[in-house]
């Protein structure tokens, strides 16, 4: 977890340390009683209230609770939570405070009953006490942890249980872990996986907000030496118990017992079958640049790392030819080192490399690579001059070895989703497309008038087209004559390439025209990327060195997908 720097608390707490509350005595244990005569002056729910700030915010007051969580080290939280084991009749009123105070102002454990003394306090949203000016251990209690279960109900609000102990006694899915190696967190949902609204009919986004929790390490290191297991997403955790945080705009579970993951969402070793005599791929490789320290690997080891993962990912696809995108744009320097390297795995020239004709500006283009034994190009290579295209198409007829029905594939990496223009028709327009969506749109349209126009023989529009399965980019081509094979062939639990912020969703698509669509013998994802935590990627600037393996596990950010064709004729 990220924490904001508190010097200020800290050098308050500092001061009121150096006050003792009460008179020493010779006897610890009649000091003790002495302080523990002072009462109470306010109940946890009186201080938590009813709404999402504490209506004592600024008052200095006095609370009786039992330790339920012990964070007090300066690389946690430094701090704990304590409850109130005797709840108020109102519901809407929290029962447990979370108490700014470190090693250094009085050290508890879970299960003492204190009595604290300190300032109500919104720290970020977060109700605590800070500064403590007090901290009396008076005997021990016990608190049980509260079984609550996700999804929050409409118009209720995780508000109601901060700082409480809590357990969840439904399977929780892992549905983010993009922050597992920096900061220690996953989100996990009820329900199963959480999607993206635009990439499939009736996915709410007030829905998957209710549906997720952020499970936290209680930890201020960024890199911590000591990890939360490594999972995947889609793997189911039970029994999740902690206490309930808050902090840079989400509630954050912190374990008070270690979680135990199922595997519900294994490796796969290869592709589901796609069948075909023809087999056919799309694969952002994230950033192959042999160009170091750009955009792509810092160094020479870097690069080997990353070479090793797309090496062993396009061996598994094997397919006979594989549309590429986020390939550095130096001519055919970066494209031909990554066809040498996989023709020193599988043999030499089994794949070869197209050369675009016209790659564009960008730093990045796309490519195809081929196996000269399975296919032969019809004609030269194509592209398009036409500016919308910020980093245009590459367009390649192929038949099969020896003749038989040809195919095109026009392969694609459309505007991205970032950076983000204030105004116009590519600013975010608040509909769950994000920005740059009107370019995209045109996008499809140029492509669907390049097929018109130059009458490309049963085309195959595929790569990383930004756009999700229900957005308008697709919804253009579909309306043009073109069948995404995804949505015919892939389980709706199983279609998803990508995860962004915790929702899953296909940003990488094949779409094949009408005649063409009769000859496609099947279509999978290959989940070898968006379920893996990016901390078993090629990078060594964070990442434990020994959790690196020159497989196809994180490869990409991006699942590859393959599709396959019964071509008539050829061989």
Excluded at 310 to 332: F, I, T
Aim: aromatic letters at 6%; a negative charge; proline letters at 8%.
């Amino acid at each position: 977890m990220q924490v904001l720097s508190r010097a200020s608390l800290a050098a308050a707490v500092a001061v009121c340390v150096a006050l003792p509350a009460v008179p020493a005595a010779a006897d610890p244990a009649a000091g003790a009683s002495t302080a523990c005569a002072t009462p109470a002056s306010h109940r946890i729910a009186q201080v938590q209230g009813a709404g999402d700030a504490s209506p004592l915010a600024g008052q200095t007051v006095r609370v009786e609770g039992v330790v339920t969580a012990d964070f007090q080290r300066s690389d946690q939280l430094s701090g704990f939570f304590l409850q109130d084991p005797r709840p108020d009749a109102d519901p809407a009123t929290s029962e447990g405070l979370f108490a700014y105070a470190g090693e250094s102002v009085k050290d508890v454990k879970v299960g003492d009953r204190v009595l604290i003394t300190g300032t109500v306090t919104e720290y970020n949203g977060w109700t605590e006490l800070s500064p403590v000016t007090a901290v009396d251990v008076c005997g021990t209690g016990r608190v049980e942890p509260l079984p609550y279960r996700l999804p929050v109900a409409p118009g209720a609000s995780l508000e109601q249980v901060e700082n409480m102990l809590l357990t969840f006694p439904q399977p929780l899915t892992v549905s983010d872990h993009y922050n597992l190696g920096r900061y220690g967190e996953v989100t996990l949902s009820a329900q199963g996986r959480l999607f993206q609204p635009t990439d499939r009919p009736g996915v709410d986004a007030a829905a998957n907000e209710r549906r997720a929790l952020l499970v936290d390490d209680a930890s201020t290191r960024e890199n911590p030496a000591t990890l939360p297991p490594i999972v995947r997403a889609g793997d189911v955790a039970r029994g999740v118990t902690g206490v309930l945080g808050y902090g840079f705009g989400s509630y954050r579970l912190q374990p008070t017992e270690p979680i135990a993951y199922e595997s519900a969402a294994p490796r796969p070793a290869r592709p589901a079958p796609v069948g075909g005599n023809v087999t056919v791929a799309s694969f952002n490789t994230l950033n192959w640049f042999t160009t170091l320290g750009s955009r792509g690997a810092n160094n020479a080891e870097e690069q080997r790392r990353q070479l090793a993962k797309l090496v062993s990912a396009l061996k598994g696809l094997d397919a006979d030819a594989v549309a590429l995108m986020e390939v550095e744009n130096n001519g055919q320097t970066a494209l031909q080192a990554l066809v040498d390297a996989v023709n020193a795995e599988v043999g030499a020239g089994t794949y070869a490399a197209l050369a675009h004709p016209y790659p564009g500006t960008d730093a990045i283009q796309v490519g195809i690579i081929y196996k000269p034994g399975k296919l032969t190009p019809a004609g030269a290579a194509m592209s398009s001059q036409d500016p919308v295209f910020s980093r245009p198409p590459l367009i390649q007829t192929f038949r099969r070895k020896g003749g038989g029905q040809p195919f095109t594939l026009l392969v694609n990496h459309l505007k991205s989703k970032g950076g983000c223009p204030s105004s116009g028709p590519d600013a975010d327009q608040g509909d769950g497309q994000s920005c740059w969506n009107a370019t995209r749109v045109a996008q499809a349209e140029a492509l669907l008038g390049i097929i018109e126009e130059r009458d490309l023989p049963n085309p195959i529009v595929l790569g990383d087209l930004n756009a999700y399965g229900e957005e308008d980019p697709i919804r253009t081509l579909e309306a043009g004559g073109l069948a995404g094979v995804t949505k015919r062939f892939v389980p709706a639990a199983q279609r998803y390439s990508y995860l962004f912020d915790g929702l899953a969703g296909e940003l990488d698509h094949a779409l094949v025209g009408r005649q063409l669509l009769k000859r496609v013998s099947g279509a999978t994802i290959w989940h070898i990327n968006a379920d893996e935590p990016r901390i078993l990627d090629y990078n060594t600037e964070f990442n434990p060195p020994d959790l690196y393996r020159p497989d196809a596990y994180r490869s990409s950010d991006h699942d590859p997908l393959l599709i396959g064709l019964n071509l008539p004729g050829g061989r």
